[in-house]
């Protein structure tokens, strides 16, 4: 499992180098009948939402948690019923050779900078020894990256899963089933959310990276469980919780990583459902909160219920 414990490893698209090649299971997982305490349109808990509105036939909307787990990439029947049962799947960002070239780039500098003259030799020389320590290529190839891109090295030292993210094996049953695939953003703005903030904030998100290393494991148990459960509540709160110290920085990253993103998958979102029966898959915190999609949606017109 990806050994991530901040948002920032929610958004696991910009990771996606180190994926490995997998599927989703072909046999969906059995779920008991219980119902989830609370009305249907309680945005506290649950994973799988039906869209009504804009004359057309119902939409989906499904929240990922961006890992290889096989407890999480084996779909919940209800998930893949609807799944296979849609006529187009959404995703984030569709993910191609092009878009991985774009990220690799953007992750090093091109100005003739190095790491080690944005954070000090001290602080350089702790980050090459963690990393030699996880893996040697890795630190080799650290000298000219940037600070956020260091930080999802960290967060990429592997996800235990072994096996394709579950955006991503969306993606290729997709593209198996001859589903039409679109993306409600681009590569370069994914990029975009960690690459254009200032180099300081950059090295308080690597610091505060470097300082929690060590209860990651544990935190992403805590994500995992409240993903199974459905528990949208909880899912934010541990997101709280593991927040940087630095509130300032943190609340630039929420902004572009979430309230920003949300207003745009939103609104780009819109084309697939007045066509109907589409299933959308994004980052399950993109669902919950008043600048959550779930909100957005409803606030715009949309009929929401959950459900699963």
């Given at each position: ?220 148990e805590e994500l995992t ?53 589409a299933f959308v898959a ?27």
């Open positions: 499992m990806r050994t991530g414990t901040r948002l920032w490893r929610w958004t696991g698209l910009l990771g996606l180098l180190l994926l490995p090649l997998a599927g989703i299971a072909a046999e969906c997982r059995a779920v008991a009948p219980e119902r989830i305490a609370g009305a249907p349109n309680d945005f506290g808990k649950g994973l799988l939402w039906r869209i009504d509105g804009a004359g057309a036939a119902p939409s989906y909307l499904f929240g990922t948690f961006h890992t290889s787990d096989p407890r999480i990439t084996t779909l919940p029947c209800p998930v893949q019923q609807a799944f296979d049962g849609a006529t187009s799947y959404t995703m984030e960002v569709i993910m191609n050779g092009a878009g991985l070239v774009s990220m690799a780039e953007a992750m090093f500098f091109s100005d003739g900078k190095t790491l080690e003259d944005v954070l000090g030799a001290a602080l350089y020389q702790e980050v090459v020894a963690i990393l030699t320590q996880q893996d040697a290529a890795k630190a080799r190839a650290v000298r000219h990256m940037k600070p956020w891109a260091v930080m999802m090295a960290f967060s990429g030292a592997g996800d235990g899963g072994g096996g394709l993210f579950l955006d991503m094996a969306l993606q290729l049953r997709a593209t198996r089933h001859d589903k039409p695939t679109y993306g409600l953003e681009t590569m370069q703005e994914q990029i975009a959310v960690f690459n254009g903030m200032s180099l300081d904030d950059q090295v308080v998100l690597l610091r505060d990276a470097l300082q929690t290393r060590h209860t990651q494991e544990h935190a992403m469980a409240a993903y199974l459960a459905r528990d949208l509540a909880a899912i934010t709160g541990l997101n709280d919780k593991y927040k940087p110290a630095d509130l300032r920085v943190h609340a630039e990253l929420m902004d572009r990583l979430l309230t920003a993103r949300n207003r745009n998958m939103a609104e780009r979102m819109r084309a697939r459902l007045k066509e109907g029966n994004v980052g399950a915190l993109h669902l919950p909160g008043d600048t959550g999609l779930l909100r957005l949606l409803t606030n715009a017109g949309y009929r929401v219920t959950r459900l699963y």
